[in-house]
């Protein structure tokens, strides 16, 4: 099993920027694929951002392409996700979550969740 914690998030001005940060413990973080998710309030939970085991793949929504960036240290078992230019529309819990062996776009396809970090921006 696998442990995740997020932190970083916050209140941000439009256009502003901020890190995220996916803390892992438990079994070799280089072993998931993982991705960023974000559920606003009364919406379904949708996928932000995945990277690959090595960090070698990345993907993104569309609506987050050029303004986000997903990155990852396996030996600090820890991935980030730097958000510029944000958007009140980025407003959400952003979870961090894992999937044995790959990076999917898919949330059912991860097995490990962390409980989330605020994401808020105001106008």
């Known amino acids: 099993q696998v442990q995740l914690v997020e932190s970083g998030g916050g209140l941000v001005q439009a256009g502003g920027s901020l890190r995220l940060s996916c803390a892992a413990s438990g079994r070799p973080f280089s072993s998931y694929g993982v991705g960023w998710f974000r559920q606003a309030p009364g919406k379904e939970r949708e996928f932000v951002a995945a990277?690959?085991?090595?960090?070698?793949?990345?993907y993104y929504a569309d609506s987050v392409k050029g303004r986000f960036t997903i990155s990852r240290d396996n030996a600090k078992n820890t991935v980030y996700l730097q958000m510029n230019s944000l958007k009140p529309e980025d407003t959400a819990v952003y979870h961090c979550?894992?999937?044995?062996?790959?990076?999917?776009?898919?949330?059912?396809?991860?097995?490990?969740w962390g409980q989330g970090t605020q994401v808020t921006v105001s106008s």
């Open positions: 979550a894992a999937c044995p062996l790959y990076a999917s776009l898919q949330r059912n396809d991860y097995d490990y």
């Open positions: 990277i690959s085991r090595s960090g070698g793949g990345t």
